[in-house]
């Protein structure tokens, strides 16, 4: 079975700070995905990465970044924490004509 | 970019009956996949089940079954004989065969099953 780790269920931060959320997939897939999940608005993509050192923005790249050094680990990056970015974060990996498999998801608390 | 459309914020079933979720989608594309997830509470989100588009046959998992009508671009979920732990987020995605790798939710049914 695939699996999709994610570095903390639980995480609260203040604003200000720099946030590091790490996601690590054990199927050798190339793609990998950082998603926002907020209630009514469903899954809204932040970034994705098709292959190591590769990336694309997603719907709602503003005030993240990410890193893809190796290809099991997709890194996503909040460079100065604000309170709007209080959310669910998911990641996923995918092979390339498959299915998404997901992550626990990381509930982000920014005050 | 394609749109995913989910028309039920909530929806409840009482346990044991058949209870039918909505989505339609928006593509110009001929080749694509659609899924159904399930996202539990406080837990992680599991593939419910998959269509290829290029296949007529509706797919089938157990209790879970869609219908897919590829002209309406309408793919429907239904849950017979429902139990509590089908209690849950359920979200509609869609992917293309052919070009891209994103994938595109929508806003998600919440499921509610009552004893």
């Known amino acids: 079975d695939v699996k999709v780790t994610q570095s903390s269920r639980y995480l609260v931060k203040r604003t200000g700070e720099k946030v590091f959320l790490e996601c690590v997939q054990d199927m050798d897939h190339e793609n990998m995905f950082w998603y926002r999940q907020d209630p009514g608005l469903g899954l809204r993509l932040i970034y994705f990465s098709y292959d190591v050192k590769m990336k694309e923005k997603g719907d709602i790249p503003e005030g993240y970044s990410v890193s893809r050094e190796k290809k099991e680990r997709f890194s996503l990056i909040l460079e100065s924490a604000s309170t709007n970015q209080t959310s669910m974060y998911l990641c996923?990996?995918?092979?390339?004509?498959?299915?998404?498999?997901f992550g626990p998801g990381t509930r982000l608390t920014v005050t | 970019a394609q749109t995913v459309t989910q028309s039920q914020p909530e929806m409840s079933v009482q346990e044991a009956e058949t209870v039918t979720l909505s989505c339609t989608y928006d593509?110009?594309?001929?080749?694509?996949?659609l899924f159904w997830y399930k996202q539990p509470p406080s837990r992680q989100m599991i593939l419910v089940i998959r269509?290829?588009?290029?296949?007529?046959q509706n797919a089938t998992e157990n209790r879970f079954s869609v219908n897919f009508q590829k002209a309406a671009k309408s793919f429907s979920l239904k849950i017979s004989d429902s139990q509590l732990g089908d209690a849950a987020m359920y979200f509609c995605?869609?992917?293309?065969?052919?070009?891209?790798?994103?994938?595109?939710f929508g806003t998600g049914t919440s499921l509610t099953v009552i004893p």
């Open positions: 996923a990996s995918t092979p390339p004509r498959g299915r998404q498999y």
């Open positions: 269509q290829e588009a290029y296949k007529q």
């Open positions: 995605a869609y992917r293309s065969a052919l070009s891209g790798n994103q994938f595109y």
């Open positions: 593509t110009s594309e001929s080749d694509y996949y």
